[in-house]
């Protein structure tokens, strides 16, 4: 069963949003070269503290970390390590998930460390276009299939690849709600999405195929090509005027109204 968050849930939901925002801020400038995986974690984990929130992460399944951090070929849920040491040219994904007052963000974005040459950049934002683009559809009366199929059409406009096996889902007291949101379907199809609805809505693309495969630590996702993996993530939520984007500014979300 989908729930229908009442308004203080929203509000709780939005403040761990703009919470999640600061923190992705407040982060984006160790996502360089020299800087290892587990030390963005570990700046993660400090400021969701001091923020007042929850990793929902953290002890999920025996998880030990309070974000994924996934880089070039690795999809999602890349375990930090210090052993991974970023450099220019990789391509890094970072995923957090926290709650606040009890009620959860979750937010995803893709960094580039150093210049990303034309063909990485239009990779990336094309799937940021998809994932505006299955936004743009949350709203009152629609399909959940609207949202899926407009995410597949725009990523398969440019002949990438879109991951099959992993989707968003729905959102609000646990990390983890109905329904899955699939990046692939068809428009019209699904139940009818209302007001009060929250979703974490994802993309995953690749540069290749869309096969992957999950290396013998249980979490890592791999393509199975090897090509490069692009991942973004917003919690959305359906109002009567329409999606509300609780992980980006107001300008972002000025900005995405209008793509």
Not at 218 to 245: Q, R, Y
Request: proline share 3%; charged share 25%; with cysteine.
């Amino acid at each position: 069963m989908i729930t229908i968050k009442n308004k203080v849930a929203i509000r709780k939901m939005e403040q761990a949003g703009a919470r999640l925002v600061e923190i992705f801020q407040e982060i984006a400038p160790l996502v360089k070269a020299g800087t290892t995986t587990l030390e963005i974690d570990q700046a993660i984990e400090s400021r969701i503290k001091a923020k007042g929130m929850e990793s929902k992460t953290k002890g999920y399944m025996g998880y030990q970390h309070s974000s994924c951090i996934s880089v070039n070929d690795v999809v999602v849920h890349g375990v930090p390590s210090a052993k991974v040491v970023l450099k220019n040219g990789d391509l890094v994904k970072v995923d957090v998930c926290a709650s606040w007052n009890g009620y959860c963000a979750d937010m995803a974005r893709s960094f580039y460390v150093g210049q990303a040459p034309h063909d990485v950049a239009r990779f990336i934002e094309n799937a940021q276009r998809a994932l505006n683009k299955g936004i743009e559809q949350a709203r009152p009366g629609n399909r959940l299939g609207d949202i899926s199929a407009a995410i597949q059409k725009e990523i398969e406009a440019e002949g990438y690849g879109i991951i099959r096996d992993f989707a968003g889902h729905g959102i609000g007291k646990q990390m983890h709600e109905e329904p899955e949101i699939l990046n692939v379907g068809s428009a019209g199809q699904g139940p009818i999405l209302r007001a009060g609805m929250a979703f974490a809505i994802e993309p995953m693309t690749t540069m290749g195929t869309h096969d992957v495969y999950i290396t013998d630590d249980g979490w890592t996702v791999k393509t199975a090509d090897k090509s490069l993996a692009a991942h973004v993530e917003d919690t959305v939520v359906v109002t009567e005027n329409g999606p509300k984007i609780l992980t980006r500014t107001t300008a972002a979300n000025a900005a995405s109204d209008s793509l």
